[in-house]
T-cell receptor, first 111, second 114 residues
Framework: KQEVTQIPAALSVPEGENLVLNCSFTDSAIYNLQWFRQDPGKGLTSLLLIQSSQREQTSGRLNASLDKSSGRSTLYIAASQPGDSATYLCAVSHSNYQLIWGAGTKLIIKP | DGGITQSPKYLFRKEGQNVTLSCEQNLNHDAMYWYRQDPGQGLRLIYYSQIVNDFQKGDIAEGYSVSREKKESFPLTVTSAQKNPTAFYLC?????????????FGPGTRLTVL
């Protein structure tokens, strides 16, 4: 059974720092891996989707990597800003519809 | 503007009552999903629908029911059989259910049992 883990559960860093969020999964047979952002009490916003054949995706200050063989993905945020404060969730997709979710990392960027 | 709307934003239910959460999308997506989110846990799938008049149970369907009479709408009913319904409920849609398409989420409904 696929399990997705995100460590740490919470992270606080000063503004301007570069940071990495981690996501690990137990079954490498995935279609894709997605990173989402969730603001408090709100829905989720898709940030990046990496297909299983890809190694990374970039959008602005965000870069997500995927290493299927080791069951890991990282989300790199460059030059962090207070507006980046949110919970970041990763999810993996299998051969059917279903996304398997991590519990998220709550990120706080201190001004 | 294309998107997903959920209503109400907050919902309070007395024990023994059924309540219905609304989800509407104008993205022309075929697939729609209902998730439950509890503190410190990942999202859990309740039901999903690939096409009109068809839907399948997810991991935690007990105590919930859905319908898909229109492509744009996928309401969720939380029945009195759901023993612990207090949670944040999220509706999502995607172009297809192939697992290759990103899912787009509504703003959520927070349900509290009094």
């Amino acid at each position: 059974k696929q399990e997705v883990t995100q460590i740490p559960a919470a992270l606080s860093v000063p503004e301007g720092e570069n940071l990495v969020l981690n996501c690990s999964f137990t079954d490498s047979a995935i279609y894709n891996l997605q990173w989402f952002r969730q603001d408090p009490g709100k829905g989720l916003t898709s940030l990046l989707l990496i297909q299983s054949s890809q190694r990374e995706q970039t959008s602005g200050r965000l870069n997500a990597s995927l290493d299927k063989s080791s069951g890991r993905s990282t989300l790199y945020i460059a030059a962090s800003q207070p507006g980046d404060s949110a919970t970041y969730l990763c999810a993996v997709s299998h051969s059917n519809y279903q996304l398997i979710w991590g519990a998220g990392t709550k990120l706080i960027i201190k001004p | 503007d294309g998107g997903i709307t959920q209503s109400p934003k907050y919902l309070f239910r007395k024990e023994g009552q059924n309540v219905t959460l609304s989800c509407e999308q104008n993205l022309n997506h075929d697939a729609m999903y209902w998730y439950r989110q509890d503190p410190g846990q990942g999202l859990r799938l309740i039901y999903y629908s690939q096409i009109v008049n068809d839907f399948q149970k997810g991991d935690i369907a007990e105590g919930y029911s859905v319908s898909r009479e229109k492509k744009e709408s996928f309401p969720l009913t939380v029945t009195s059989a759901q023993k612990n319904p207090t949670a944040f409920y999220l509706c999502a849609s995607s172009k297809r259910t192939s697992g290759r398409d990103t899912q787009y989420f509504g703003p959520g409904t927070r349900l509290t049992v009094l």
